[in-house]
């Protein structure tokens, strides 16, 4: 994690057991697992916007959903 007076970034690493429906997908009891970012700013007495930047494409790989991703022209 990161700071300064008005602003503050973290690494995430998530994990859990895929318990319930997520993306369409019913609950297989699998363990999953992914990374992203958060980016928080604050007016010193609490935090006035966030924005979060996860993998959802390995999620989703790992859930069987496959990718929404294409790089291809």
Known sequence: MIETDTRAA???HFRGTHR?????MPPTGNDIEWIGAAFFTTDGRQITDIW???DVDA????LGVGTTSSFAP
């Open 10 to 12: 973290a690494r995430l």
């Open 20 to 24: 319930g429906p997520f993306f369409g």
């Open 52 to 54: 979060v930047l996860g």
């Open 59 to 62: 999620v989703k790989q790992q």
